[in-house]
């Protein structure tokens, strides 16, 4: 198990390989569709972005309302191949890692190879076992976009796995390779 610290550093990205198990530990950004739809026209315009992507850790996530006494509700991830359209712009412009479920386009794939980054994969519909790891979670941006606003979060030993490393290494080619598929 592999343990990463956010903000993350090109050298420690450029370690992992494709199925490293990894905990994370710091601060890591949620956004969807829709932010990340407003970021890519923010950067395209020219204005400063409400996050800073350098080093930074976007989760694929839109947490359900948090209980009484809890700091966030369920924080499963959500399929990562709706953000493809967005992804590569917000690599390019210093995002060094994300995390959500299933596959990545060829163009995402590039981009990371490109830049030095990674995706990083979490277990699907397990959003109340992985809302144990987050510490802290706050509204920064975008805040009438509801679930899909982006909130910064304090996370300490948020699982996941290297979907896809920096090396155009992809967990879903070696969990094919060892199943005879």
Do not use: N, W
């Not at 198990?21 to 710091?26: C, D």
């Not at 890519?40 to 350098?54: F, R």
């Not at 790891?133 to 699982?159: K, M, N, W």
């Amino acid at each position: 198990m592999k343990q990463l610290q956010t903000p993350l550093k090109e050298t420690d990205v450029l370690q992992l390989q494709a199925g490293d198990e990894v905990t994370i530990t710091g601060v890591i950004y949620t956004a969807r569709d829709m932010a990340h739809k407003r970021l890519c026209a923010a950067l395209e315009q020219g204005h400063e972005l409400p996050i800073s992507l350098e080093g930074a850790l976007i989760y694929f996530v839109g947490p359900t309302p948090a209980r009484a006494g809890a700091v966030i509700g369920a924080a499963g991830p959500t399929t990562s191949s709706r953000m493809d359209a967005f992804s590569p712009r917000l690599i390019a412009a210093g995002l060094r890692a994300m995390m959500g479920k299933g596959y990545r386009g060829d163009e995402v794939r590039q981009a990371l190879r490109e830049h030095g980054a990674v995706h990083l994969a979490t277990i699907g519909g397990a959003g109340a076992l992985l809302s144990k790891h987050i510490t802290s979670a706050q509204i920064v941006a975008y805040g009438d976009l509801g679930t899909e606003a982006i909130r910064r979060l304090e996370v300490v030993d948020f699982p996941a796995v290297v979907a896809y490393d920096a090396a155009a290494g992809s967990v879903y080619e070696l969990i094919d390779d060892k199943s005879g598929v």
